[in-house]
């Protein structure tokens, strides 16, 4: 199935700064909103660097160059220190940001989780969640829902269930979701601090990061949030000869294969914490911008309503059914090239490199512009213009395998790339054959990076039932 407009829809962006403009203008930018800091030479050039701080910053946007890159994690490159900054204080030695034999023991006790025959067994808990979201935005037709909210609450649903199937008191999705949002605008972003390693030496971080001190409460209440998490999973034995079948218990079933070692409580906890946040905060963004998108589209709109009702009739997604909502996918998956949830993926230098005819050394730090590689014009037709068609088989087999990264690449791949996208598609597919949105404001929202790409200022659409 398919769908198409005689004039493609372009969605707002933070439109790039002329080619040549002065790293001053660029970096002032950058401060307010990160997106900010593009000129246009980023969507049609392979690479782009500059020095700052006595070191070499540079983005790749050539997939022969990402792949290069995402490849030579623990050879030439590896966790980025500006990003390990940014995100240890709230994450510490979780999947995310853990190394070295730490990350290898948690990536092979998670990865049983991440299975094909693990994540089939999710997809109820995915369309329960996707069900109860629709039933809640029935109640409201007629109204304005900010639906980033709304979607926040859905995925956070989703891992609530997956973590611990029976939340406590006090767990509560909307105490989480604003504990995120502080973190993410106050010590989970980007800082001159940040680009200087001289202020190491000095000055403290928390001088140049405005609401540290709140930040750092956020992050406090977000791991006695995963502290409970771990002390009532933990609290619940296995029944004798069952199998471990959730996330949480895998990881507390874990067993190092050469010392028998397990993980400790920290280290339970920074993964609850990883989870919680980056494994539904994630998703969370790429359904508000899908549905922001769909507002601006009704022809889409109504060919994703045919197709659900079509596969589904009246019921609710089954894993089975996935993969028969093949425009439901190419929708999700184009939201998340013109608004990839993570925009940058950045990696520290720790040996000599070249890339793409430019030599790095230690300490010089390389990412991945993922968002300018999502519209970069020597990638993408008419890079600019959302069509979800162009991930049709028979376009998509044109593309690089590096082209497309809202989940990374390499051996740091997200360990939820399918959870997410499952959990995407179940979630919009028991929405779209009931509801109708529209946009009443006649300016969408516009993308800011703050950890992850978000709407700034939510996602306003009006609900209506078909």
């Not at 707002?12 to 950058?30: D, K, Q, W």
């Not at 701080?53 to 994690?73: H, I, S």
């Not at 693990?118 to 007629?142: C, K, M, Y």
């Not at 088989?393 to 809202?406: G, M, N, T």
Request: charged letters at 20%.
């Amino acid at each position: 199935m398919t769908a198409s407009a005689s004039v493609p829809l372009k969605p707002r962006t933070v439109p790039p700064m002329p080619s040549g403009t002065g790293p001053i203008r660029r970096l002032r930018a950058s401060l307010k909103n990160p997106v900010s800091m593009y000129t246009e030479d980023y969507f049609r050039d392979p690479i782009i660097k500059a020095r700052m701080g006595g070191r070499w910053f540079a983005q790749v946007m050539d997939p022969d160059l990402v792949q290069k890159l995402l490849q030579g994690e623990g050879t030439f490159c590896g966790r980025s220190p500006l990003a390990q900054k940014v995100l240890k204080p709230a994450l510490r030695d979780g999947l995310l940001t853990a190394e070295g034999q730490t990350w290898k023991t948690q990536r092979k006790a998670a990865s049983p989780a991440f299975r094909a025959r693990a994540l089939a067994s999710l997809v109820p808990t995915f369309s329960r969640a996707g069900l109860a979201s629709r039933d809640r935005l029935l109640a409201q037709r007629g109204e304005t829902v900010n639906i980033a909210l709304e979607t926040t609450r859905a995925t956070f649903d989703v891992i609530s269930d997956v973590l611990l199937a029976q939340p406590g008191e006090g767990f509560r999705q909307e105490d989480v979701a604003e504990n995120i949002a502080i973190f993410a605008h106050s010590i989970g972003r980007f800082t001159l601090y940040d680009l200087f390693p001289v202020f190491d030496s000095f000055l403290p971080r928390r001088l140049f990061s405005p609401g540290y001190k709140k930040g750092m409460a956020a992050v406090a209440e977000l791991r006695a949030m995963a502290t409970d998490i771990v002390e009532r999973r933990m609290a619940v034995p296995l029944a004798e000869g069952a199998e471990q079948d959730d996330l949480m218990g895998l990881l507390i079933a874990a067993r190092d294969p050469e010392t028998g070692a397990g993980l400790n409580a920290e280290e339970l906890v920074d993964n609850a914490l990883t989870f919680v946040g980056a494994g539904h905060e994630t998703t969370a963004v790429a359904l508000a911008w899908t549905l922001s998108i769909l507002a601006q589209s009704p022809h889409w709109q109504d060919a994703l309503a045919e197709e659900a009702t079509s596969v589904l009739g009246d019921r609710a997604p089954t894993a089975e059914d996935l993969p028969r909502l093949a425009l439901h996918d190419r929708v999700v998956r184009e939201a998340m090239r013109l608004y990839p949830p993570v925009a940058i993926i950045p990696r520290g230098i720790t040996a000599p490199v070249e890339l793409g005819g430019h030599h790095f050394g230690p300490g010089d730090h390389v990412s991945v512009g993922v968002y300018p590689m999502h519209r970069h014009q020597a990638l993408w037709v008419d890079p600019w213009a959302f069509d979800p068609d162009r991930f049709l088989p028979e376009r998509a087999s044109d593309y690089h395998k590096y082209q497309w990264l809202p989940f990374g690449g390499g051996p740091r791949v997200c360990i939820g790339l399918r959870f997410a996208m499952m959990e995407a598609v179940a979630i919009l597919a028991t929405l779209t054959p009931s509801l109708r949105f529209s946009m009443p404001g006649a300016q969408p929202p516009e993308p800011y990076l703050a950890v992850t790409m978000r709407p700034r200022g939510g996602v306003p659409l009006k609900i209506e039932a078909r």
